[in-house]
């Protein structure tokens, strides 16, 4: 039997289709944390906005959340002037209807900001499962550019 380039090809594809969930293939690995929206992402202290989490990815990836922490932050050339603000801290509830959901409304803080750029991080806590059977938690993050004016 001869095996052609475009056989191997076929082959191969076939191998990885089968191998890999179909619902899997529609997620980035940078997915992993979660997604987040900001709505709106141009904000002036005192503005309520409204921020949301979903973690259908991070769940088909593997991660399932446990806690989350939203903050402020400047994630780029930060002088050490501009610590994060935290937002929210939440846990979520397996056991929801949504569980892959998080959405809350917020006020920006009447901190002081600065000339910078500025996004909404989530920092996601999940479970993982220790080579002896334990439990241990991993924190991975994502984050929402925003401007302050």
């Known amino acids: 039997m001869k095996l052609s380039f475009s056989t191997a ?8 289709a089968a191998a890999t969930p179909a619902a899997a293939q529609l997620c980035f690995q940078a997915s992993r944390f979660g997604i987040i929206t900001v709505t709106p992402s141009t904000l002036s202290p005192g503005d309520n906005f ?3 989490a979903n973690f259908t990815c991070a769940a088909q990836l593997g ?5 989350t922490d939203y903050y402020i932050e400047v994630p780029v050339n930060n002088n ?3 610590p994060p603000i935290l937002l929210a801290r939440r846990t ?3 056991s929801s209807p949504t569980p892959l959901f998080d959405e809350f409304t917020v006020q920006l803080p009447y901190a002081d900001y600065f000339n ?3 996004v909404v ?3 996601t806590t999940f479970p993982q499962t220790g080579a002896n059977g334990s439990t241990y938690f991993v924190v991975g993050g994502i ?3 925003i401007a302050i004016v």
């Open 9 to 16: 090809i076929a082959t191969f594809a076939a191998v990885l």
């Open 50 to 52: 409204t921020v949301t």
């Open 63 to 67: 991660v399932r959340p446990k806690y």
């Open 80 to 82: 050490g002037y501009e």
């Open 92 to 94: 979520l509830n397996a």
């Open 116 to 118: 910078a750029s500025y």
């Open 121 to 123: 991080m989530l920092e």
């Open 143 to 145: 984050e929402h550019n």
